[in-house]
Nanobody
Framework: QVQLVESGGGLVQAGSSLRLSCAAS????????IGWFRQVPGKQREWVAG???????NYADSAKGRFVISRDNAENTAYLQMNTLKPEDTGVYYC??????????????????WGQGTQVTVSS
């Protein structure tokens, strides 16, 4: 069982940066694939970035060049560094974990464990 707790969200102006953290419990974090997702009201949860157990990363087109996903297995924590934020980045950000950590899956249904979410609001 893995429990995830996100933090680091907030209200910022366009152009600012935020770093989201995802603290995980459980002894298998280092083997898990991690994904960050964003959800806005009325829309489906969308994949933003992912990282494999081996540290391979991938990003949605909207995040490429601005966001960086990373993980610290010693601290059981994953991060999403978000730079040059835009109003369209607004939403609730969730981190998620899946046991099959050797490749990145962008489908929310592929992830078994989810955090409670953290709100990110970017004003123009």
């Amino acid at each position: 069982q893995v429990q995830l707790v996100e933090s680091g969200g907030g209200l910022v102006q366009a152009g600012s940066s935020l770093r989201l953290s995802c603290a995980a419990s459980g002894r298998t974090f280092s083997l898990a694939g991690i994904g960050w997702f964003r959800q806005v009201p009325g829309k489906q949860r969308e994949w933003v970035a992912g990282i494999t157990s081996g540290g391979i990363t991938n990003y949605a087109d909207s995040a490429k060049g601005r966001f960086v996903i990373s993980r610290d297995n010693a601290e059981n924590t994953a991060y999403l560094q978000m730079n040059t934020l835009k109003p369209e980045d607004t939403g609730v950000y969730y981190c998620a974990a899946r046991a099959e950590g050797y490749f990145i899956n962008t489908a929310p249904s592929a992830y078994r464990f989810w955090g409670q979410g953290t709100q990110v609001t970017v004003s123009s």
